[in-house]
T-cell receptor, first 112, second 113 residues
Framework: KAGVTQTPRYLIKTRGQQVTLSCSPI?????VSWYQQTPGQGLQFLFE???????NKGNFPGRFSGRQFSNSRSEMNVSTLELGDSALYLC???????????FGSGTRLTVV | SQQGEEDPQALSIQEGENATMNCSYK?????LQWYRQNSGRGLVHLILIRSNEREKHSGRLRVTLDTSKKSSSLLITASRAADTASYFC?????????????FGTGTKLQVIP
């Protein structure tokens, strides 16, 4: 059974640019969540999608957005990148609330 | 914002010893989970304990949950060098309905061979 796949693994972008990260969940998992991990802030919840609907959202500015497709694949977009957006972005999928998450390996974004 | 807070922040033990990590959280929860993260990689789910459970075992792992104290502990018995990682607790809450899962600050465990 394939795990959660995140692409790309590494990304370097310039301030002001925008970026799109992709996540393919485990087959059959309809819930996809995104987290930002930085040394200073730890793991911060970005948003969670279930059956193409955003079910929960964290405290991030509107520059951070996401969506989920009918095949449960999800993308997150960050516009007008800032240096502080440099982080490891983790995607996690789950079949339901009473189950744990399966995480992808993450996308490491560096903004220069 | 973090819902959970792990204690200690860092722990260094000899191989073979037991490691205990604690997690405190602020609001009522449906479930509490523990995860492991090796340096710079994705998190691995270890165990989930429901709010109506008090103790759960999985191999060398033992998790307890005290909802009256809003705290949980993770015990790793007979530790191995391969257990070296950061450990996070994650909670969904407040209870009732579907809530987002938030992670604690983590405990960095080093097991010395």
């Amino acid at each position: 059974k394939a795990g959660v796949t995140q692409t790309p693994r590494y990304l370097i972008k310039t301030r002001g640019q925008q970026v799109t990260l992709s996540c393919s969940p485990i087959s059959g998992h309809r819930s996809v969540s995104w987290y930002q991990q930085t040394p200073g802030q730890g793991l911060q919840f970005l948003f969670e999608y279930f059956s193409e609907t955003q079910r929960n959202k964290g405290n991030f500015p509107g520059r951070f957005s996401g969506r989920q497709f009918s095949n449960s694949r999800s993308e997150m977009n960050v516009s007008t990148l800032e240096l502080g957006d440099s982080a490891l972005y983790l995607c996690a999928s789950s079949p339901g609330q009473v189950y744990g998450y399966t995480f992808g390996s993450g996308t490491r974004l560096t903004v220069v | 914002s973090q819902q959970g807070e792990e204690d200690p922040q860092a722990l260094s033990i000899q191989e073979g010893e037991n490691a205990t990590m604690n997690c405190s959280y602020k609001t009522s929860i449906n479930n509490l989970q523990w995860y492991r993260q090796n340096s710079g990689r994705g998190l691995v789910h270890l165990i989930l304990i429901r709010s109506n459970e008090r103790e759960k075992h999985s191999g060398r792992l033992r998790v307890t949950l005290d909802t009256s104290k809003k705290s949980s502990s993770l015990l790793i018995t007979a530790s191995r060098a391969a257990d070296t990682a950061s450990y996070f607790c994650a909670t969904d809450g407040p209870s009732g309905g579907y809530q987002k899962v938030t992670f604690g600050t983590g405990t960095k465990l080093q097991v010395i061979p």
